[in-house]
């Protein structure tokens, strides 16, 4: 092993934590949050606006539906580690407001080693990719996620891919988003089962 490579997660996160953002304008890495040996690592794209100015992942609307369904499909936040693929948050200035910028490919791959060497630390039974962005970065390669939705491996690990949260509040119609809700609920329920 490196000498230089972190040996613990709060090593890790030191090094994170004090990493300049890769994009400017990032208040701050957002680190991962949860027990070491969670049964689920659920991981995300990036932190939002709300995630950057308060220093914590998924607290932000997505977040909240995210814990909202987990609770509903029985997961237990003290048994899951929630994180981002990518820990600085891109955006784009629209007057006051800071819209979500998508990362990059090369973006992705940069912030890969953190991932693994996160989740090498945590050692979860089951790793959850929500979206594209999560599953690209856990896969090392892009996975479309209507395709793959369900069971996977990422590498030695045990995986499950669905869709990030946000994606059902951007869903415009009322019975869509009722859909698409249960449908992501149902992947939360199959994930208790795999842990349990």
């Known amino acids: 092993m490196d000498l230089l490579a972190p040996h613990s997660l709060e090593e890790l996160n030191r090094l994170i934590a004090e990493a300049p953002p890769l994009v400017p304008g990032a208040t701050q890495a957002v680190l991962g949050e949860g027990p070491i040996?969670?049964?689920i690592a659920l991981v995300g794209e990036q932190p939002g606006d709300q995630e950057d100015l308060q220093g914590r992942p998924f607290v932000g609307p997505a977040g909240q539906l995210l814990r909202s369904a987990m609770r509903e499909?029985?997961?237990d936040d003290a048994q899951a580690y929630?994180?981002?693929a990518v820990k600085h948050f891109k955006f784009e200035q629209r007057g006051k407001r800071r819209i979500h910028a998508?990362?990059?490919?090369?973006?992705?791959?940069?912030?890969?080693?953190?991932?693994?060497?996160?989740l090498d630390f945590v050692d979860p039974r089951?790793?959850?990719?929500?979206?594209?962005t999560a599953a690209l970065a856990l896969a090392g390669?892009?996975?479309?996620?209507?395709?793959?939705?369900g069971e996977t491996r990422f590498g030695q690990r045990r995986g499950y891919i669905t869709v990030h949260p946000?994606?059902?509040l951007r869903i415009p119609d009322a019975e869509g988003r009722r859909e698409a809700h249960a449908a992501f609920l149902a992947d939360l329920k199959r994930v208790?089962?795999?842990?349990n």
């Open 73 to 75: 499909a029985g997961i």
């Open 166 to 168: 946000s994606m059902l």
């Open 126 to 132: 089951l790793v959850v990719a929500l979206g594209a």
């Open 192 to 195: 208790r089962q795999l842990v």
């Open 141 to 149: 390669k892009p996975v479309p996620v209507t395709k793959a939705r």
């Open 82 to 84: 929630v994180t981002n």
């Open 37 to 39: 040996g969670a049964a």
């Open 102 to 118: 998508r990362p990059s490919t090369g973006e992705v791959a940069h912030y890969r080693w953190w991932l693994n060497l996160e």
